[in-house]
T-cell receptor, first 114, second 113 residues
Framework: DQQVKQNSPSLSVQEGRISILNCDYT??????FLWYKKYPAEGPTFLIS?????DKNEDGRFTVFLNKSAKHLSLHIVPSQPGDSAVYFC?????????????FGTGTRLKVLA | GAVVSQHPSRVICKSGTSVKIECRSL??????MFWYRQFPKQSLMLMAT?????????EQGVEKDKFLINHASLTLSTLTVTSAHPEDSSFYIC?????????FGPGTRLTVL
């Protein structure tokens, strides 16, 4: 049972345009969400997170939006750069409720075209 | 950000041998560390949660006698793949918890011949 889903396995975007990566979850107990970037044969690198008490968090070119009623979050990257090309994973946890395990989505491979 | 290291970065072993992978938090103390496994083009699958000074908690379907986890100090957790077989070949990643976030190591590529 996949509790965190990323339905788009891949996405191609032109440099300078906006990249939107989507993530859906099923467990209403999740209250903390994160996005990680991963290159092949490397560990994930933290990008941005959001607590369920917020609906938006912004850090530079990265913005995460959370829609709790829809159990949906998205990562916006603007403007997209070729160096953003990687696999992006969303993760969910019940951190504030004391459960620190992360459940990862299946990942979306982003390719930013120069 | 916090730094987590893993050693070795890659290992090739013969079937039937045991392999130990180390995970260290270099600049912070981690009471909780996690071990993940990633198959090619798939998600990171949580294998177990390692708590300093106590037994690890394994996820459903993960054999605890196969994947031995030891968290002897606040900066070191080890994963030993016992009697490794080719199906154990995978990319193993550890993470260490700091606050709400986990900081990931660079991963270890295990190939069992």
């Amino acid at each position: 049972d996949q509790q965190v889903k990323q339905n788009s396995p891949s996405l191609s975007v032109q440099e300078g345009r906006i990249s939107i990566l989507n993530c859906d979850y099923t467990n209403s107990m999740f209250d903390y969400f994160l996005w990680y970037k991963k290159y092949p044969a490397e560990g994930p690198t933290f990008l941005i997170s959001i607590s369920s008490i917020k609906d938006k968090n912004e850090d530079g070119r990265f913005t995460v939006f959370l829609n709790k009623s829809a159990k949906h979050l998205s990562l916006h990257i603007v403007p997209s750069q070729p160096g953003d090309s990687a696999v992006y994973f969303c993760a969910a946890s019940g951190a504030t409720s004391g459960t620190y395990k992360y459940i990862f989505g299946t990942g979306t491979r982003l390719k930013v075209l120069a | 950000g916090a730094v987590v290291s893993q050693h070795p970065s890659r290992v090739i072993c013969k079937s039937g041998t045991s392999v130990k992978i180390e995970c260290r938090s270099l600049d912070f103390q981690a009471t909780t560390m996690f071990w993940y496994r990633q198959f090619p083009k798939q998600s990171l699958m949580l294998m177990a949660t390692s708590n300093e000074g106590s037994k690890a908690t394994y996820e459903q379907g993960v054999e605890k006698d196969k994947f031995l986890i030891n968290h002897a100090s606040l900066t070191l957790s080890t994963l030993t793949v016992t009697s490794a077989h080719p199906e154990d070949s995978s990319f193993y990643i550890c993470s260490a918890r700091g606050g709400y976030e986990q900081f990931f190591g660079p991963g270890t590529r295990l190939t069992v011949l």
